[in-house]
């Protein structure tokens, strides 16, 4: 049983492990241009592990930015995974503590993403599978980050050759195989446009609010259809 679990979870995650290379490279080399040592850019891998975390990091480091800027910037990036944990909490609640501190170091974008879709095709939840997804994932990303950091030394300006569409396309991956309704096609429209007006009038809180309109915009399109729903069904009685 363990094996064919290992097995789901090391293939069900590794294309998301492969597309993610890209944004890997960018970040070791983005680490090396801000100042970092070899151990220390690799550090911010091992430790850290959020990409999108990171990124952000360097590039207000590199702006010369403050540890109140650093930490509300990461806060407000990071506050998806408060959402991720709201869904996995009913699967966890029988981990012990360690296992839940673990699970919680692992649980990327990556890792809930492919854990969800299994979840939605009827097989249990797999304390396993998530663990071996979420570490796959974890090596693909240092042994990218190292790879950034060895050309970060070797050529410079490396995040000029346009890497960071890797991140867009890493979430793009994400986000198009759970677009299976109207509720959920609603939510992704509303959210992205908002995160994109908000981003061209550089609006701070921008991917909170796109995150609270795009749950507004799904929740009262399900309300909607629920009501429809419950309508047409009087009507015909």
């Not at 507004?216 to 259809?225: C, D, F, P």
């Amino acid at each position: 049983m363990n094996n064919s679990v290992s097995k789901a979870g090391f293939f069900d995650v590794l294309p998301l492990s492969i597309a993610v290379i890209p944004w890997g490279v960018l970040v070791g080399s983005l680490a090396i241009e801000a100042g970092f040592t070899n151990w220390q850019a690799q550090a911010l891998s091992a430790i850290v592990f959020a990409g999108s975390a990171q990124i952000a990091i360097l590039t207000l480091l590199s702006a010369g930015a403050g540890i109140v800027s650093q930490a509300t910037t990461v806060g407000v990036i990071s506050s998806r995974h408060l959402l991720y944990a709201a869904v996995m909490r009913e699967h966890m609640s029988q981990l012990s503590r360690i296992q839940r501190l673990i699970f919680g170091f692992v649980l990327t974008d990556e890792m809930f993403a492919v854990a969800v879709a299994r979840h939605q095709q009827g097989i249990k939840f797999s304390y396993h599978y998530c663990l071996v997804s979420g570490f796959t994932f974890y090596i693909f990303w240092n042994l990218a980050t190292f790879a950034g950091i060895m050309l970060g030394n070797q050529i410079p300006n490396l995040d000029q050759l346009g890497l960071e569409f890797a991140i867009a396309a890493t979430f793009i991956a994400l986000t198009v195989p759970g677009i299976k309704n109207k509720p959920v096609l609603s939510a992704v429209l509303v959210a992205g446009i908002v995160s994109w007006i908000t981003q061209l009038y550089a609006f701070t809180g921008g991917l909170i609010l796109a995150a609270i309109a795009g749950m507004i915009a799904g929740y009262t399109v399900e309300v909607l259809q629920e009501r429809s729903t419950t309508h047409n069904e009087g009507k015909q009685q």
